[in-house]
């Protein structure tokens, strides 16, 4: 070849070399573009001693440039996230609970503002995982963190994932830096929280195709809970009974008393409330008779009490005066006061006596065993009290007139409770069946 073929092949050398440089030179500038982005969001000055928060998983580069620490700070992350689940395995369709946690800076020059609709329990979606229901709780504000929480009800519902570990999807948080003062906001960057493994457990053998029913009711079960429903339809049925016998004599008792208002006619005192008179006068003459001995006055208005209370329990009518304040209470007449808002006084008053007592259990007077035994205490009761308060009184008097007022208080009492409005309602309801 000789010396042109040496030139010629020097030359197109020298072309090669030139071109592969000029591709690499082309190719080391076009690199940067395709290059992926950073690990983790570039670091943020924060005050030094600062509680630390968990690495995050990494995200996209920063769109505010961070400036230079000052002495007595360091540099820190912007946003950091993290999972929590309150168990590490589940079964399929078995609820449990998932709790995200985020921490973000807010420092004087720069704050982190995550875009938070996209962590909406509807929005949010961790295929395979469904999200039931969302809870957001309030921030917590640790100086330069806020701490933003939100907990989370997941299931499963798949039957391809028995006896497998099943991860809950990696989650992308949007957020941006912002620099207050300048009121500049940066673009919007991207935090990637790494998935988080969790166990399905098996129910069923590998041979089922399905997800069977391991309820263990059985037709005595149901057969109970039909019983149950029969009597609580059976108890409601008669309470609407009693409610409906009660409600009549609520309307004939309302009725009366609207025809006695329209005609001026004073009703008179229940029995019970004229019982409980003579149980007060009791009671006080019992409390002087303690303090200042017995006297032939309160041996007197004890007896007068009995009177009343034996003529009520001999259904026998007792004087009832309706009189004003003016009026003076004369012996033998007990002073009550009745009714609301407006009280009236009322003076009662009875003639019976220990030989009326007698001739009525003697001539066809048929009550109840106790209530013969209590008109017998007040009969006996009357006697000592009578004699003691129209005649002389003795120390031996004084033994048998505190003997003889606990028996008949006690009997009195025994007589008001059959006047009470449960025993009156039992007993009109025996009238009415016919019992």
């Known amino acids: 070849m000789g010396i042109k073929g040496s030139a010629l092949i ?21 690199a940067p573009a395709t290059q992926a982005p950073p690990s983790r969001p570039a670091p ?17 580069a920063p769109a505010i440039a961070p400036r230079a620490p000052k002495p007595g700070e360091v540099e820190s992350d912007p946003i950091r996230c993290w999972w929590k689940a309150d168990r590490t395995s589940v079964r399929v369709g078995e609820k449990f609970g998932l709790v995200l946690t985020c921490s973000v800076i807010e420092t004087g020059p720069i704050t982190v503002v995550p875009v938070l609709n996209q962590l909406e329990p509807g929005a949010l979606s961790l295929t395979p995982f469904e999200v039931v ?6 921030d917590v504000v640790v100086s330069p963190w806020r701490y933003i929480q939100r907990e989370y009800s997941v299931r499963l519902l798949s039957d391809g994932f028995f006896g497998q570990d099943v991860t809950i999807p990696a989650l992308t948080v949007t957020y941006n830096l912002q620099e ?15 998935p988080l493994p969790m166990r399905i457990l098996a129910l069923v053998p590998k041979s089922a195709d399905d997800i069977r029913d391991a309820s263990g009711q059985t037709f005595a079960s149901i057969e109970s809970r039909r019983f149950r429903a029969s009597l609580a339809t059976t108890t409601a049925w008669v309470s609407f009974a009693f409610a409906a016998v009660f409600g009549i004599f609520a309307l004939v008792r309302a009725t009366a008393q609207l025809r006695a208002k329209k005609k001026g006619i004073v009703k008179p005192l229940p029995a019970s409330s004229v019982l409980g008179a003579s149980l007060s006068a009791l009671a006080r003459v019992k409390e002087d008779a303690s303090q200042a001995g017995w006297t032939s006055e309160l041996s007197r208005r004890a007896a ?17 005066q309706f009189v004003g304040p003016e009026v003076a209470e ?9 009714g609301w808002p407006r009280r009236k006084r009322v003076l009662l008053s009875a003639a019976t006596t220990s030989r009326t007592i007698a001739s009525a259990m003697n001539n066809g007077h048929q009550p ?18 009578s004699t003691a308060g129209y005649g002389r009184q003795t120390t031996e008097d004084a033994v048998a007139l505190d003997s003889a007022l606990a028996e008949s208080t006690q009997a009195v009492r025994r007589i008001r409770s059959t006047t009470l409005w449960p025993r009156r309602t039992a007993q009109s309801l025996r009238s009415f069946v016919g019992f």
């Open 180 to 194: 207050r003062g300048s009121g500049s906001q940066g673009r919007d960057q991207q935090y990637i929280l790494p």
């Open 133 to 138: 229901s969302g809870v957001s709780h309030d």
């Open 330 to 338: 004369r012996e033998g007449q007990l002073s009550v006061y009745s």
């Open 44 to 60: 943020v000055v924060v005050p030094q001693g600062t509680p630390p928060a968990p690495r995050p998983a990494g995200s996209s």
């Open 368 to 385: 109840s065993a106790s209530t013969r035994a209590s008109l017998a205490s007040i009969s006996d009761a009357l006697g000592i009290l």
């Open 10 to 30: 020097l030359a197109w050398s020298f072309v090669l070399l030139v071109g592969n440089v000029q591709w690499d030179v082309s190719v080391s500038a076009q």
């Open 304 to 320: 007068s009490a009995l009177r009343i209370a034996g003529a009520v329990a001999l259904n026998r009518p007792v004087s009832q």
